[in-house]
Structure formats: C-alpha cells, structure tokens
C-alpha cells in the first residue's frame, strides 16, 4: 500500500502504474474498496482496506490494476439513526465520483439499512447487498473534440428551448430507429435543422445525470420519466445511449455536434436531493458514505431528513464536502463534457441551513465567483419548498432567474383577467421591480409561458382543470392554480370556432414571450401545439404524452411557422434584445424619444387611471431603437394587444413623440398566414389577438 498521497482527488485516477481510490468520510472507522470480476458478482472477489489521510479523506493506491475495473465501497461506523448515522456494512456502496455506473441497483428491500417489520426502532439490516446494490466502473474516455470550442452566445442573443432529450427524438421517423430517444438523435440533421429554423441558441436538457424510479412508481408500473432522482451525479443516463453504446462518448459526440451547429448545451441539475429518499429509503451511496455530513437532518430528531426538496431528503449544500462534491462536478461536466450552462432545480436548497437562506458566503455565490463555472451560462430556480424558499429576484448579481411570475402574469392577462395590464406591461418591458436589485439587467429574467413543469402550452388553451389520473394518485397531484382557459369546451373539440381561438391564445402566448425584454424559453413541441392530455405534471409519464409527435397537421405547421417569423422578429429588434430595461417615461433617449411609448386604444399616452383600470384589456407600445446599439437600425416597432372579448380600434396616437403616420404589418395572431402589408391608423384589432407593425 502507497504512502498518503496529497493533494487528493476524490473519486478514481491514474496514478502512475495503478489506479489510486480516495473516499470522504468523515465519521467512518473504516472503508474497504470491493472490487468486482462482472457486472453480474453476487460477491466481491476481494476487499482491500483504504488509509485514513487527511481529515474526512479514505485512499489507496493499487499499483499494476489497470483501467476497466469494477468497484464500490463498504463503510464501517455507528449505525446510530438517532445521532444521524447510517452506517451499516453490510450495504455495497457507490462511489459518489463514479463517471460509469456499470450496474444499477434492484431489489430495493435488500438495499434498506434499516429493517422495516422490526419493531424494534432502528434495527439495522444486516442483509448483504452485494447482488444487487449499483456498481461503479473506471474507464478511460477518451475522446478527439476536433475543434470544439463553446458557442459562448451572449444572453442578449439566446433562446433557450427546454426538451427532454427521449421526447424528443422518440417518434420522430426521420431519425435512423437506433438513434431515436437517445442522445445521437437529438444531435441528428433533423433536430438541429429544426431548431436552426426556429432560431435557437441553446438546449436546455432536463436531467441526464443517471437516476433512478421511485418505489412507488415501479409497483404503480410507471417510471420517473423527467429523471429528477440522481443516482450518478457524474454519468449520463445510460438508457439515451444507443444499444451497446457509450452514455459518455455518445453524449460528447451531442454536444461536439450542436456546438458545430451554434447551439449551446444546458444542462437542468438537481443538487437539493438525491435518489436515496427519506429515511426509509434505500442505501445506495451517501448514506452509507457519511449520513451526517452529505444530508441534511432535523436537528432535534437526527432521525429524520429536513426535506426542503419534497423528495424525501436534502443535500446539506452549504458543507464543506457536499460544496466540494457540487463544484467538482459541475466543473467535470464544463470541462470534459464541454456543457455551457446549468438550470439548477430547487436553486434555493443551495443557500440554505436548515430554515435559514443566506446568499452572502453561500454554495450559489462561489459558484458565480469561481473562474470556471462564472464563465458558463447559470440559471437558477428561484425557490425552494423550505422556509422563505421563494427568492425570485433576490439571487446574487450573475445569476438569471426562472420567471414565474412572467409566466402567470402573462396568462392572465391574455385570459382576460382585470387588472393585468400594467403587469403584463412591465412584465414584457423585463420585470424590472424584480430585476433591478440584481444589477443584471433583464437578462436576469428567463422568460417562459410553458414549460416540463405544469400545462403545455396547448394544454393551457384546452383545459381549465388538471387531468392527471394516468400518475396513480387520484389527481392529487399538480398545481391547481394554472391560470388556464379552456376557451369554452374542456379538453378535445371538433368545434372550429374554439379550435380558432385555441391556436389564436397560443399564438398570442408565443408572441408575447418572443417580444419581451428578457430571455425567452420555449418548450419543445410548444411551437406546433403538442398536448399532455391535460396532465400538468407528467413526470412519470414514459409514453406519447411526453413523446413529441412530428406528423404536423397544416394547423401546426403554421403554429410552427408563426414561431419562426416572431423569432426572426425578435433578432432583428435591438430594443427588445439589449440587456436593459426602458426608461421610464419620463425619461427619453438621446434622440429625445421615449424608449417605449405606452398607448391606449384611443390614442392617448396611458396613465395612472389607465393603468389601474380593470376595464382595459387593449393598448399598444412603440419601441424606439435603443441608443445603446451602435450602428443599429433606425426600425420602429409598435405592438398593439387586445385581450378582450371585442375587437379594439386604434386610432392614431395624439401624444406619442415622433409616432409615424404609415406602417408595415409583419405579423398579426389573427391571421397569422398573411404576408407583410402596409397598413394605417386607425387599425382594427380583434378580439384575442395582436398585431405588430415595423416602418
């Protein structure tokens, strides 16, 4: 056995001749590395002890063993639930740093720690898991990135577009069958073709760290579809690996390909829990690593798990080691997998101890500060299910946010609530009362109307109650509170009335989030109308309501192209896109016009009566250009919205500095077909629709 060696990494590496295996523990007496002759042992051929070196670091060195070797851990230490430790040796255990799982883990009541039917408190489970528990493997990966570098798009030119790397492939005929599902499909000419077309910079994947089903959902034959459940925190999913294929080669030859392409590569993470569950859960990894330093534990019942991710447990973020752990794996996926960006899950888990949410000194702000992960694109979800776990516009300066309220703000409005339209105003103007604390400017704010997490957005025009019966819990689950409309009939129709307004609200939607000062977000298969059959939260849904259809009707192509040209729109604005918000307006440009002048239908500047009255459901804007483009175009925009049952006529604004006499209209929701077109005031706008003029 080798000398203590420093500094070490956690994990596995090649160390001169041999491999050498450092594990944290800080509360085990001792830990003995298992190494395995297949995938299909029942037993280790052999058990090797590791030094303790370092506070809380096991290691050893075993020269002449080459790369391709099969491993896990026992940890030894007081099985003590009420003190919080979970030790128990009789429980083959992952390493947390495996890059390859080799196999996944079955038989989950001989994977507790804990006996169950005992009525014993805490008696431990002495039965060997060593048939069925995960094990880890190190290989070499290497791999010829050629000429890769990152898209590096800046936030003002990005448009995110959210998909689910099986949904989105999985039925798509045009893909070789081998690649559908899996992550050379979502890499294939097709897809790429097709987010090029919408104007796409960047995929934003829901998670593919490798994870597994909860118990319930396997008896209930479902599976955790989205793969918010981790298990290898540094192993992609094996199951978007073609047959036979590497999950790592295959997921750098994705990226290789969408970076050649322009579009960057985002990567949803969830650091706020893991797939071990609560107390009663299987021991798999951190648990029987070191309970007390990984999670976090009720501080007057040690027993317990503080659950803030509503997961069962939460990841104790703000330890030394668990920060370690995060850090070194996001950096691993930036610098060996070449991702760009990260949208963490539960963000909030991440500046937390116990009920307390601190950013100052928190796990959130040495990530932004670190020289490698500051470099990437960081997108947080703002909240938490603790204590104060709401933090929507309080994140630390160099993080964008998830913009719920955008979201629900924007639904209301266009579903013709009262008393939306100031907020829907300042909403598309960047949500500055929420922003402007962060000193970021807009790009603070990600934008979405839809997406994985509630109603698709032809779902949001079709029903105005939930349907999640197929999930197995009697449509308990889901939020309530959509904001949806069905506009007249719930759910599927032939009226074509209804049908109109459906993809009318849709468009309208679209529009909205492409016309916005902030960074818009679409969900896959949003732009042509795909339905969840009213399911709002089809996490365990492994079929055609998650799988994307590609067999667009005529009504979809256009719902597709109506994105298109609004995209097109949007780059060619630099008002819109600039990462600031308008002046006030009382405040004009160097030009001596307002930035964005607001208007009612009647043609007078909106006021404060405007503003509040709960009667209006029309108005329009112009959006001068921006001072701040140097060299950009001298083009106006005016969009005009009516969110109203009755058409709007607008006649021509009276006080509106420099507003010009004659328009070109280049997009209208209500007749989306129709070609660019020189118009004038006064224009008529109907019903549940909007129109934008360019000149």
Same mark, same amino acid.
């Given at each position: 056995?080798?000398?203590?060696?420093?500094?070490?990494?956690?994990?596995?590496?090649?160390?001169?001749?041999?491999?050498?295996?450092?594990?944290?523990?800080?509360?085990?007496?001792?830990?003995?590395?298992?190494?395995?002759?297949?995938?299909?042992?029942?037993?280790?051929?052999?058990?090797?002890?590791?030094?303790?070196?370092?506070?809380?670091?096991?290691?050893?060195?075993?020269?002449?063993?080459?790369?391709?070797?099969? +491993?896990?851990?026992?940890?030894?230490?007081?099985?003590?639930?009420?003190?919080?430790? !979970?030790?128990?040796?009789?429980?083959?255990?992952?390493?947390?740093?495996?890059?390859?799982?080799?196999?996944?883990?079955?038989?989950? %009541?001989?994977?507790?720690?804990?006996?169950?039917?005992?009525?014993?408190?805490?008696?431990?489970?002495?039965?060997?898991?060593?048939?069925?528990?995960?094990?880890?493997?190190?290989?070499?990966?290497?791999?010829?990135?050629?000429?890769?570098?990152?898209?590096?798009?800046?936030?003002?030119?990005?448009?995110?577009?959210?998909?689910?790397?099986?949904?989105?492939?999985?039925?798509?005929?045009?893909?070789?069958?081998?690649?559908?599902?899996?992550?050379?499909?979502?890499?294939?000419?097709?897809?790429?073709?097709?987010?090029?077309?919408?104007?796409?910079?960047?995929?934003?994947?829901?998670? &593919?760290?490798?994870?597994?089903?909860?118990?319930?959902?396997?008896?209930?034959?479902?599976?955790?579809?989205?793969?918010?459940?981790?298990?290898?925190?540094?192993?992609?999913?094996?199951?978007?690996?073609?047959?036979?294929?590497?999950?790592?080669?295959?997921?750098?030859?994705?990226?290789?390909?969408?970076?050649?392409?322009?579009?960057?590569?985002?990567?949803?993470?969830? $650091?706020?829990?893991?797939?071990?569950?609560?107390?009663?859960?299987?021991?798999?990894?951190? !648990?029987?690593?070191?309970?007390?330093? $990984? $999670?976090?534990?009720?501080?007057?019942?040690?027993?317990?798990?503080?659950?803030?991710?509503?997961?069962?447990?939460?990841?104790?973020?703000?330890?030394?080691?668990?920060?370690?752990?995060?850090?070194?794996?996001? !950096?691993?996926?930036?610098?060996?997998?070449?991702?760009?960006?990260?949208?963490?899950?539960?963000?909030?888990?991440?500046?937390?101890?116990?009920?307390?949410?601190?950013?100052?000194?928190?796990?959130?702000?040495?990530?932004?500060?670190?020289?490698?992960?500051?470099?990437?694109?960081?997108?947080?979800?703002?909240? %938490?299910?603790?204590?104060?776990?709401?933090?929507?516009?309080? $994140?630390?300066?160099?993080?964008?946010?998830?913009?719920?309220?955008?979201?629900?703000?924007?639904?209301?409005?266009?579903?013709? %609530?009262?008393?939306?339209?100031?907020?829907?105003?300042?909403?598309?103007?960047?949500?500055?009362?929420?922003?402007?604390?962060?000193?970021?400017?807009?790009?603070?704010?990600?934008?979405?109307?839809?997406?994985?997490?509630?109603?698709?957005?032809?779902?949001?025009?079709?029903?105005?109650?939930?349907?999640?019966?197929?999930?197995?819990?009697?449509?308990? %689950?889901?939020?309530?509170?959509?904001?949806?409309?069905?506009?007249?009939?719930?759910?599927?129709?032939?009226?074509?009335? &209804?049908?109109?307004?459906?993809?009318?609200?849709?468009?309208?939607?679209?529009?909205?989030?492409?016309?916005?000062?902030?960074?818009?977000?679409?969900?896959?298969?949003?732009?042509?109308?795909?339905?969840?059959?009213?399911?709002?939260?089809?996490?365990?849904?492994?079929?055609?309501?998650?799988?994307?259809?590609?067999?667009?009707?005529?009504?979809?192509? !256009?719902?597709?192209?109506?994105?298109?040209?609004?995209?097109?729109?949007?780059?060619?604005?630099?008002?819109?896109?600039?990462?600031?918000? +308008?002046?006030?307006?009382?405040? &004009?440009?160097?030009?001596?016009?307002?930035?964005?002048?607001?208007?009612?239908?009647?043609?007078?500047?909106?006021?404060?009566?405007?503003?509040?009255?709960?009667?209006?459901?029309?108005?329009?804007?112009?959006?001068?250009?921006?001072?701040?483009?140097?060299?950009?175009?001298?083009?106006?925009?005016?969009?005009?919205?009516?969110?109203?049952?009755?058409?709007?006529?607008?006649?021509?604004?009276?006080?509106?500095?420099?507003?010009?006499?004659?328009?070109?209209? &280049?997009?209208?929701?209500?007749?989306?077909?129709?070609?660019?077109?020189?118009?004038?005031?006064?224009?008529?706008?109907?019903?549940?629709?909007?129109?934008?003029?360019?000149?």
């Amino acid at each position: 056995m080798s000398q203590p060696h420093s500094p070490l990494r956690q994990g596995v590496v090649q160390e001169g001749n041999g491999l050498r295996f450092t594990l944290f523990s800080k509360n085990a007496t001792r830990v003995e590395l298992c190494l395995f002759d297949s995938p299909h042992a029942t037993q280790e051929a052999r058990r090797i002890e590791l030094q303790r070196t370092m506070e809380g670091l096991w290691t050893l060195h075993l020269p002449a063993i080459a790369p391709g070797c099969i +491993y896990a851990y026992r940890v030894h230490g007081p099985y003590d639930p009420p003190q919080g430790h !979970r030790f128990n040796p009789n429980k083959i255990l992952l390493d947390p740093y495996a890059r390859k799982i080799i196999r996944l883990p079955s038989e989950r %009541d001989t994977l507790r720690g804990e006996q169950r039917d005992n009525p014993a408190p805490f008696a431990m489970d002495e039965t060997d898991s060593a048939h069925c528990a995960p094990l880890g493997v190190f290989e070499e990966n290497g791999f010829d990135w050629q000429d890769d570098a990152p898209p590096r798009i800046p936030w003002e030119s990005t448009l995110i577009y959210e998909a689910h790397v099986k949904g989105i492939t999985q039925l798509r005929m045009d893909i070789p069958e081998e690649q559908r599902g899996r992550y050379l499909g979502l890499a294939s000419p097709p897809i790429i073709d097709h987010l090029k077309s919408l104007g796409v910079t960047a995929v934003e994947l829901l998670p &593919i760290f490798q994870s597994l089903s909860e118990e319930r959902l396997i008896q209930d034959q479902l599976t955790n579809y989205w793969g918010y459940n981790t298990l290898g925190f540094f192993v992609p999913e094996s199951s978007y690996a073609s047959v036979g294929g590497d999950p790592v080669q295959e997921f750098k030859s994705m990226t290789l390909a969408l970076h050649r392409a322009g579009i960057e590569v985002i990567l949803d993470v969830v $650091y706020n829990h893991t797939a071990e569950g609560n107390e009663v859960g299987p021991t798999l990894s951190f !648990r029987g690593v070191d309970n007390r330093s $990984y $999670y976090l534990l009720h501080p007057q019942a040690p027993n317990l798990y503080e659950n803030y991710s509503g997961c069962g447990n939460t990841l104790k973020a703000n330890s030394p080691q668990v920060r370690t752990f995060i850090l070194d794996n996001l !950096r691993y996926w930036v610098e060996e997998m070449h991702v760009d960006g990260f949208r963490f899950d539960l963000a909030t888990t991440l500046a937390r101890n116990h009920a307390q949410v601190e950013f100052q000194g928190s796990l959130l702000e040495e990530i932004q500060n670190d020289p490698i992960l500051s470099q990437v694109k960081l997108i947080a979800e703002p909240w %938490d299910l603790g204590p104060d776990g709401y933090q929507l516009g309080r $994140y630390p300066k160099g993080w964008s946010q998830w913009n719920d309220r955008y979201r629900d703000h924007v639904r209301q409005f266009w579903r013709g %609530d009262k008393n939306k339209i100031a907020e829907f105003a300042t909403h598309i103007s960047g949500s500055a009362p929420l922003f402007q604390r962060a000193r970021t400017g807009p790009r603070a704010g990600i934008n979405f109307v839809a997406a994985h997490d509630g109603f698709s957005l032809a779902d949001l025009t079709a029903y105005s109650h939930k349907r999640n019966e197929a999930n197995g819990e009697n449509n308990a %689950d889901g939020n309530d509170h959509n904001f949806s409309w069905n506009c007249g009939v719930e759910g599927p129709t032939d009226d074509a009335n &209804i049908l109109d307004l459906r993809s009318r609200q849709q468009r309208n939607l679209l529009a909205t989030l492409l016309l916005s000062k902030g960074i818009p977000m679409i969900q896959c298969g949003d732009e042509w109308g795909h339905s969840q059959q009213g399911n709002n939260n089809a996490y365990c849904q492994d079929n055609e309501i998650n799988w994307r259809r590609w067999d667009w009707t005529p009504e979809q192509q !256009r719902q597709v192209d109506w994105v298109r040209r609004l995209s097109k729109i949007r780059r060619a604005i630099n008002a819109i896109t600039v990462n600031r918000f +308008y002046l006030p307006p009382h405040e &004009i440009n160097p030009d001596g016009e307002p930035e964005a002048a607001w208007f009612s239908s009647f043609g007078e500047r909106m006021t404060g009566a405007d503003w509040n009255n709960p009667s209006i459901k029309s108005m329009g804007v112009l959006i001068n250009p921006s001072p701040l483009v140097k060299g950009s175009s001298d083009t106006k925009i005016t969009l005009l919205v009516n969110a109203g049952i009755h058409p709007a006529l607008f006649t021509t604004p009276r006080n509106v500095e420099n507003f010009p006499s004659q328009w070109r209209e &280049i997009a209208n929701s209500f007749m989306p077909d129709r070609d660019p077109r020189q118009v004038a005031f006064p224009i008529r706008l109907e019903a549940h629709s909007l129109i934008v003029l360019e000149t």
